[in-house]
């Protein structure tokens, strides 16, 4: 099984930037990876998603702000969150899905507060 550790998180005010990375514990670099995230009482959303070629795909609520990028050598996936916003408040999960299953980490806490 692959295992998927993400951090990074962290309470920031609002327009700030944060890191997310998330390592895994095999290759990733034939696979497409994802970022979710929940917010208390909602359901898991896709944030954004990177091909294994590097063509990404994001959510409408996060375009020209966030960016997903990888570093296959490393075995790691990263968001870059710009101009964050209080709305962005949520668990982020990093995501694997692969011919014997679907992965997650176990989430990094994102806050966006003053």
């Known amino acids: 099984q692959v295992q998927l550790v993400e951090s990074g998180g962290g309470l920031v005010q609002p327009g700030g930037s944060l890191r997310l990375s998330c390592v895994a514990s095999?290759?990733?670099?034939?696979?497409?990876m994802g970022w979710y995230r929940q917010a208390p009482g909602k359901q898991r959303d896709l944030v954004a998603t990177?091909?294994?070629?590097?063509?990404?795909n994001y959510a409408e609520s996060v375009k020209g702000r966030f960016t997903i990028s990888r570093d296959n050598a490393k075995s790691t996936v990263y968001l870059q969150m710009n101009s964050l916003k209080p709305e962005d408040t949520a668990l982020y999960y990093c995501?694997?899905?692969?011919?014997?299953?679907?992965?997650w980490g176990q989430g990094t806490q994102v806050t966006v507060s003053s």
């Open positions: 095999e290759s990733i670099s034939i696979y497409a």
């Open positions: 995501n694997l899905a692969r011919w014997d299953g679907v992965y």
């Open positions: 990177i091909s294994s070629g590097g063509i990404r």
